[in-house]
């Protein structure tokens, strides 16, 4: 169940419980996932906390910066991704993906991300995360590609629709962000340490998410063409993104989904 456009918002019972960290904000000490995310770059618009509301199942509601809701457009390298404890490495682990987010307070009151949809190259790690996860990973053709300090990142979806949607993102990267630079926005974008999706019975779940801080980069667009954000239902009225950085590659462990509402 979705919220529609004129349906009221209701803030959650508690206010969010965890704070915004650089850190971790509880370690995932058996995780169910291991991976490294690498090459991966933060782009970023403020929207109206209505037009979010209306995309989250019930039992989410909107996290808000100065009165901003943010949608996000992260692609980068999913590398070596692995069951854990044991360490096993699954077939085809290694991969691009470009998500479409958002971020999110549940029903426990904590705070983390909620993905609209992730678009992958790997027919059976979507299958996997559908069911596993409840999340709505998406087959696509994808490459990344490096030249001196330009990052370049190509998504055209083959599965679900709309088939085609594509995206184009390169990116100049720049020197990373001394403590001084990394702003507060920076923190709430990037240090978000649990994703919440829902299940087709309607049950919010929620897994842990533990790595090291991001190690931000300043980046700058070179070109920008866009329209998994639009396939997502965010029409958004101007090309310039409100925040862009490049996160750089982290070592990542996932805890089990668990219901929280």
Known sequence: MFRTPDMTITTPETAPTEPISRTATAAVDRPLLRMRWEALTYVHWAVDPVLVAAQLPVGLTPDTFEGAAYVGLIPFRMAGIGLSPAGVPLPQGTFPETNVRTYVVGPDGGRGVYF?????????????????????????????????????????????????????LIVEVGERLTPDETTPLDDFLSARWSLYAAAPSGAILRALVDHDPWPLRHAAIAVLEDELTAAAGYHLDRAAPDHVRYGGDVDVRVGPPRRVG
């Open 116 to 168: 609209h949809s992730l678009d992958i190259t790997r027919a059976a790690p979507t299958a996997v995360a559908r069911l596993g996860y409840q999340l709505p990973y998406c087959f696509a053709a994808m490459r990344i590609g490096t030249r001196g300090p330009r990052v370049g990142y190509y998504t055209r979806r083959r599965w679900p629709e709309p088939r085609g949607a594509s995206s184009r």
